[in-house]
């Protein structure tokens, strides 16, 4: 059987099949993922173990390293890349015809039909090792960066994560993380998003008194990240809004530069084709994109032309969720695999289907990795590190997790006919994405 896409900017692999009288010659669609398991340094020691932004400008780094969260011997860091690296395994089956017979049986267990659309996911771990493997090292989180940073010993810049990531121009990135939960958290997952130019512009108005608050409030976004106790959401978002445009935290007024607290450019702590040209620094205080104020601040450059683009309202605005774009949809459908293929996968060994904790509202924010990448991004909390229930599916049955992950992620690409099961709360959609529109759109990142 020849498989074969009339897409242009679809990569495809030809596999040969060696017979005795004959060759055969197959053209399988090839999807690139990346196999993201959060954190991986070690913020202990800040003199010399940095975090992960860089500044070209001051020369210095803006943070301490966020090595993510732990309760006992439990730690993000490890569960997370157990997991990812299973992920990884599952994904590669389909990378030979073996492997795929394999990979079928996996499908098997999620569609009621048998005959499934041949393809290879193409996967890459962005780390395959945490600092405990070498806590000797002079720098232990030179491997873990988000952003690019000089080297200690050449000054050389180096590439972070997402560099790498984007490197690797993937169609799909799968960044896997743990929370902690506080007093009555039940446990459970939950999407990360960042939401687009579009609401971020919404809220540059408001902080400026130019738009009514409800705007916010009565919005889909409403449920912002508070990472600064004692602010309401709406002063939070004010805040994150200013560090997207300009670097600068805004005070809690949301009008006024909070001159001391910056958090740098990070369009140009990345190596891609949106950063800006390399004079950029001698633009910093002038009116422009690096004002250092909110009057003369105005988005101008690459990196905003990508942001006012229709592919990243896409990617981060409206879509099958309501709001969130794609982003949303892969997150949220791929939570719906892992709650949906954990029960069927453990009846099958003759257990009654687990209780998992809900999907929870999404975690809203600027972060990194939605942003400043063209993929679209799955960026999951898949569990509480200090709810047993969540870990022991996270590491007890970390294999059902994984071939959950990995059948969603081919559903994603190609879409499945899932099986109905009324008793079970989450119900993936089983829906492929419009990746048609994007074009080229993921090869364009560099």
Request: aromatic fraction near 14%; hydrophobic fraction near 30%; charge should be positive.
């Amino acid at each position: 059987m020849v498989f074969l896409s009339f897409l242009p900017f679809r990569k495809l692999l030809f596999i040969s099949s060696f017979c005795m009288f004959s060759l055969v010659l197959e053209a399988v669609p090839v999807y690139r993922i990346a196999v993201d398991p959060g954190h991986g340094g070690v913020a202990k020691d800040p003199k010399t173990q940095h975090g992960d932004k860089y500044d070209s400008v001051t020369q210095t780094y803006l943070e301490t390293y966020k090595q993510g969260t732990e309760h006992g011997n439990i730690t993000e860091r490890k569960v997370v890349l157990e997991l990812a690296k299973e992920v990884h395994r599952i994904l590669k089956l389909t990378e030979t015809e073996a492997g795929w017979k394999e990979f079928e049986g996996y499908l098997k267990l999620f569609s009621k039909k048998s005959d499934f659309t041949r393809v290879v996911l193409e996967s890459k771990l962005t780390r395959e090792s945490s600092f405990d493997d070498d806590p000797s090292s002079d720098d232990p989180n030179a491997a873990y960066r988000l952003y690019d940073f000089p080297d200690p010993k050449t000054g050389v810049r180096r590439k972070g994560r997402l560099s790498k990531i984007n490197e690797q121009k993937p169609w799909l990135v799968l960044s896997l993380h743990l929370n902690p939960a506080s007093k009555g958290q039940t446990g459970g997952m939950g999407a990360v998003l960042t939401p687009g130019y579009k609401t971020f512009s919404q809220i540059k108005k408001i902080s400026e008194k130019k738009k009514s608050p409800n705007t916010f409030v009565k919005g889909p976004w409403s449920e912002w990240l508070v990472f600064q106790s004692g602010w309401s959401k709406l002063e939070n978002a004010m805040a994150d809004t200013w560090i997207y445009l300009h670097g600068y935290w805004s005070k809690k007024n949301g009008k006024d530069t909070d001159s001391l607290k910056f958090e740098g450019y990070r369009q140009n702590m990345v190596s891609w084709r949106y950063a800006d040209d390399s004079n950029w620094e001698k633009q910093i205080g002038k009116p422009g994109p690096y004002a250092t104020n909110h009057s003369d601040f105005s988005e101008t450059g690459k990196f905003w032309e990508r942001e006012k683009g229709k592919k990243e309202e896409w990617r981060r605005e409206g879509g099958r969720e309501g709001f969130g774009g794609d982003n949303h949809y892969v997150t949220k459908e791929l939570m719906r695999f892992v709650q949906y293929g954990l029960p069927i996968q453990l009846k099958e060994k003759d257990s009654p289907y687990p209780e998992l904790g809900p999907i929870q509202k999404p975690y809203i924010s600027t972060y990194s990795l939605p942003t400043y990448t063209n993929a679209l991004c799955a960026f999951i909390e898949i569990g509480y590190v200090n709810r047993s229930r969540d870990i022991k599916y996270l590491t007890q049955n970390k294999k059902e997790t994984a071939i959950s992950l990995a059948v969603g992620i081919y559903s994603l690409f190609v879409g499945l006919d899932v099986k109905k099961k009324s008793e079970l709360p989450y119900h993936p959609k089983g829906k492929k994405v419009n990746w048609e529109r994007y074009e080229n759109y993921f090869d364009e990142v560099l």
